[in-house]
């Protein structure tokens, strides 16, 4: 397993843009997919997006699509979330998750063995 720890969040107004981090410890981090997932008051986690590592392909929720961007620094072991126009929607703790690369799609929940602990992000005029 390895260890994740996110940041970045805060009290942003609505149009803004962010910068979310998520730091990881151990590894190799080759074989891993790093996901983003939110969890607003309330509701359900739900994923955001994921990566692979090994090749840096990426796939966006089509809820977020357009304005949610993951990328990731290989020399520093940081996975990054760039939120574009921020919603008053968009408030959640976001987190950061990790697993060994499978079969699944890798977008559910269930699916992911390393959490960080979140980061809240609020939205708010």
């Known amino acids: 397993q390895v260890q994740l720890v996110e940041s970045g969040g805060g009290l942003v107004q609505p149009g803004d843009s962010l910068r979310l981090s998520c730091t990881v410890s151990?590894?190799?981090?080759?074989?891993?997919?790093m996901g983003w997932f939110r969890q607003a008051p309330g509701k359900e986690r739900e994923f955001v997006g994921n990566?692979?590592?090994?090749?840096?392909?990426?796939k966006i929720a089509d809820s977020v699509k357009g304005r949610f961007a993951i990328s990731r620094d290989s020399f520093k072991k940081i996975m990054y979330l760039r939120i574009f126009a921020l919603k008053p929607e968009d408030t959640a703790v976001y987190y950061c998750?990790?697993?060994?690369?499978?079969?699944?799609?890798?977008?559910?929940?269930?699916?992911?063995?390393?959490w960080g602990q979140g980061t809240q992000v609020t939205v708010s005029a």
């Open positions: 998750a990790a697993v060994p690369s499978g079969s699944g799609s890798e977008s559910e929940v269930d699916e992911y063995d390393s």
């Open positions: 151990g590894g190799p981090l080759d074989r891993y997919v």
């Open positions: 990566v692979k590592w090994s090749n840096l392909i990426s």
